[in-house]
């Protein structure tokens, strides 16, 4: 079906003028987008520039050639279904602008995209595997786990809205030395009562005690590894105690996620890949990728890459020093890269995908960069076809700057900052609207408190470090969750008063008012930010773009009365609410935050 959106009729008619002036060009770099700044055009195209370069041609000569073609092209308007008005101008060193000519037919050709909410289908569509918030079993989830949980969720959804395939997986570590001294602890100090109160909190006791108890009395350490030995060799006792820790804690991991409404297609934890490991060692070993090296075994550099970009080596008192991936310890243990590359590996012959997205935060980026490295030398051709990207991000941190904490020191709970979000919400919303019912208003409590973390924890750009705090991000004005599910209720509630958009009389609807036409210019663009959130995997584009469109939103509603309006602009200005709604909603639903119809 051809494109109805007015940026890829644009950009395709482009690709036609680009490839009749130089057939040799690549035209999938042609492409067009939001112009950067309104005053220059609404959409800019700034490829021309490396082309003619490539081409060694004069840039400012090229564009205008193409210019050319396209406006022959734009004449004849035979190659798009719906005629776009679009007046275009060279700038600068050869970028192009366009400016929409909103009196040509925008208004149906917007309004035919606005069913799929201004997005297209993606072509060709990716297959995309996304592993996030992978907590650790017998831990609870911290708000370290937030920031990947709350990312990978909102860029699952990001990438099946635009039509990709989509598989998730929690790769929870359920695996490791930790299990050791939480065995000789369950033996002996279980508390059976509170481990039916909390369980992960008496998991994590149990843990401690035993750790302290190992740091005084060696021959407890001793225990630990023999009980540990026992499990990794298959004894039944241990086996079922462990199944039982895991249980424990997926109970406690559904509750949160529950909360959170999150959920995964798969949750194939590190003990899944238990099974494969010996193999992939000893097929490292025999390719000469890996090898023994003080007892363990080990993946070293292979001097392809200069010493500063070669994650395999780190510099010591100016001396380039080797840095391996351990994939066998000395006692005989496998190490987190090594069941890593098991799962990379598996996912690969599961499921085929183009890309394989780890959401991770940033420490663990030289990890992942071994990661990659070593599996291209391990299988070339699965690497080839596969996008691999470690999507990094920063820390949470406290008023005081340093990692967010409670006051005595210890990590946060999940569930507890999940608990004071929605007390504190509740609050707000008790005094705002009293005369909402109980239910009611618990409901918006707890759509408010859960949405203002998610969207606190998605508007920094990711890579940075942020300042919690719940006076910002519980505010009903300025860039913040509560603003934008209050925006989205106003604009809901117009629509619902004027009565449904009738849309046979749009036809004859032109927008005039310059609040109608900055508005309707603005929605057309919620596509276009949803492919750039996929490609960068940067949910703070889709947060900035709802903050900007709810305040267009505002001032359009402020300049243009709506229900009072003589026809045909009541109905075109009733269609704007109505999209503004719709995208407001569509896009706090990529987010993972609700909208409530009331607040
Ligand atoms: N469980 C790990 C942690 O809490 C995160 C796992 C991330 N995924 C992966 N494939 N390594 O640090």
Redesign the pocket.
């Known amino acids: 079906m051809p494109s109805s959106l007015p940026h890829s009729i644009l950009e395709q008619r482009l690709r036609r003028a680009v490839g009749e002036v130089l057939p040799s060009a690549n035209l999938d770099t042609v492409q067009v987008r939001p112009c950067p700044d309104p005053k220059h055009g609404d959409y800019q195209c700034t490829a021309l520039i490396g082309l003619a370069k490539q081409a060694r041609l004069n840039p400012r000569a090229f564009a205008q050639e193409v210019l050319a073609a396209y406006q022959r092209l734009q004449q004849s308007g035979g190659d798009a279904s719906i005629e776009v008005g679009m007046v275009p101008e060279i700038a600068g060193p050869g970028f192009l602008n366009f400016r929409i000519d909103v009196r040509t037919s925008l208004l149906p050709a917007a309004l035919a995209g606005a069913d799929r909410l201004f997005c297209e289908p993606a072509r060709p569509p990716r297959t995309v595997v996304v592993?996030f918030s992978?907590?650790?079993v017998a831990k609870p989830m911290h708000v370290g786990?937030i920031r990947?949980t709350t990312l990978g969720d909102c860029l699952q959804r990001a990438f099946r809205s635009l039509g990709h395939r989509v598989i998730t997986d929690n790769?929870?570590?359920d695996w490791g030395t930790q299990f050791g001294k939480l065995l000789v602890g369950w033996r002996h100090g279980l508390d059976r009562a509170a481990l039916e109160q909390d369980p992960i909190a008496e998991l994590e006791r149990l843990y401690r005690t035993e750790n302290a108890a190992g740091e005084a009395d060696p021959s407890r350490l001793e225990m630990a590894r023999q009980e540990l030995v026992k499990l990794q060799s298959g004894d039944p006792e241990n086996l079922a105690v462990w199944k039982e820790m895991i249980r424990l804690s997926q109970v406690q991991f559904d509750a949160i996620y529950g909360r959170l409404g999150v959920t995964f297609d798969h949750t194939l934890g590190?003990s899944f890949y238990n099974p494969q490991l010996p193999e992939v060692v000893a097929d490292l070993m025999a390719r000469g990728i890996a090898r023994e090296s003080e007892g363990a075994v080990a993946v070293f550099s292979d001097g392809s890459l200069p010493p500063k970009e070669d994650p395999f080596l780190v510099n010591r008192d100016g001396e380039w020093v080797p840095d391996p991936a351990l994939i066998r310890k000395s006692d005989g243990g496998f190490n987190?890269m090594t069941t890593?590359l098991a799962?990379l590996d598996h996912r690969i012959r599961t499921w085929a995908p183009d890309e394989i997205i780890?959401v991770?935060?940033d420490r663990?980026a030289p990890?992942?960069r071994k990661l990659f490295l070593t599996f291209a030398r391990w299988k070339p051709e699965a690497a080839a076809r596969t996008r691999l990207r470690h999507i990094g991000f920063g820390k949470i941190l406290g008023d005081d700057g340093r990692p967010f904490r409670t006051r005595s020191g210890d990590t946060i709970r999940l569930a507890e900052l999940l608990d004071e979000a929605v007390e504190r919400s509740q609050r707000l919303v008790d005094e705002k609207r009293p005369e909402l019912p109980d239910a009611t208003r618990r409901q918006i409590a707890e759509t408010v408190g859960v949405g203002a973390v998610k969207y606190q924890d998605l508007l920094p750009n990711r890579q940075s470090d942020y300042v919690f705090s719940w006076d910002k991000m519980l505010a009903l004005t300025g860039n913040t969750s509560p603003y934008l599910q209050y925006q989205c209720t106003r604009a809901g509630k117009v629509v619902r008063e004027g009565g449904p958009v009738d849309r046979t009389r749009l036809a004859s609807a032109v927008p005039t008012e310059e609040a109608e036409i900055v508005l309707l210019k603005y929605l057309l663009n919620y596509g276009l930010t949803l492919e750039s959130v996929v490609a960068e995997c940067r949910p703070n584009y889709l947060c900035n773009y709802l903050y900007e469109l709810a305040g267009h939103y505002s001032r359009f509603y402020e300049a243009c009365p709506v229900l009072r309006a003589g026809e045909p602009v009541r109905t075109l200005r009733l269609a704007l609410c109505d999209l503004t709604a719709r995208v407001l909603q569509d896009g706090l639903r990529i987010l993972g935050i609700g909208a409530p119809e009331v607040m």
């Open positions: 592993d992978s907590p650790n786990h990947s790769h929870i570590g590190e987190y890593d799962t780890y991770v935060d663990q990890h992942f």
